[in-house]
T-cell receptor, first 110, second 114 residues
Framework: SQQGEEDPQALSIQEGENATMNCSYK?????LQWYRQNSGRGLVHLIL?????REKHSGRLRVTLDTSKKSSSLLITASRAADTASYFC??????????FGTGTRLTIIP | DVKVTQSSRYLVKRTGEKVFLECVQD?????MFWYRQDPGLGLRLIYF???????EKGDIPEGYSVSREKKERFSLILESASTNQTSMYLC?????????????FGQGTRLTVV
């Protein structure tokens, strides 16, 4: 399987702190995407970073991509209770298929 | 508002039944996907379709088949449901090329096979 791996599997932080989660993958990619899933629901797209990009921002989200290390990180700044969710990275290997990782479960403690 | 709609949120079926999970998208997307999600295993791709009547196997196609007779509809079929197919099933769609665009997900169908 070409599935990515998120790290850590679970993360609990206080509200207002920053949360960082990482994703590693195995082969060359066209792009890498991050998704959020609230409990028992579908996934919602957060951000897409292409293989020729190194960093991207969207509101309180910052994504980095290191293709030499085959890894990406998602930083959520100034966390809020509403950020409690599971976060998944997804990779596009150029074959039109999106391959997802196992996810990081983020809990924000009020 | 763009939408991917799955026909059921919850389903309970008996072992051996033939089960149909339906997914409809209103965005004229070429690509449609079926994933299953299990605790600790993330999302695993079952089947993928890049055009009407076209399909490709994903990572775990055994025990499943799919149908795409119209561009907007992608059906997942469990030919003879088994208890190990109890899972959350997620449908998604995206435009082509997928390298430039996000995928949109349905709300999921939680299937229990008893």
């Amino acid at each position: 399987s070409q599935q990515g791996e998120e790290d850590p599997q679970a993360l609990s932080i206080q509200e207002g702190e920053n949360a960082t989660m990482n994703c590693s993958y195995k082969t060359s990619i066209n792009n890498l995407q991050w998704y959020r899933q609230n409990s028992g629901r579908g996934l919602v797209h957060l951000i897409l970073i292409r293989s020729n990009e190194r960093e991207k921002h969207s509101g309180r989200l910052r994504v980095t991509l290191d293709t030499s290390k085959k890894s990406s990180s998602l930083l959520i700044t100034a966390s809020r209770a509403a950020d409690t969710a599971s976060y998944f990275c997804a990779t596009d290997f150029g074959n039109e298929k999106l391959t997802f990782g196992t996810g990081t479960r983020l809990t924000i403690i009020p | 508002d763009v939408k991917v709609t799955q026909s059921s949120r919850y389903l309970v079926k008996r072992t051996g039944e033939k089960v149909f999970l339906e997914c409809v998208q209103d965005m004229d997307h070429e690509n449609m996907f079926w994933y299953r999600q299990d605790p600790g295993l993330g999302l695993r791709l079952i089947y993928f379709s890049y055009d009407v009547k076209m399909k490709e196997k994903g990572d775990i196609p055994e025990g499943y088949s799919v149908s795409r007779e119209k561009k907007e509809r992608f059906s997942l079929i469990l030919e003879s449901a088994s208890t190990n197919q109890t899972s959350m099933y997620l449908c998604a769609s995206s435009s082509t090329p997928s390298s430039n665009t996000e995928a949109f997900f349905g709300q999921g169908t939680r299937l229990t096979v008893v």
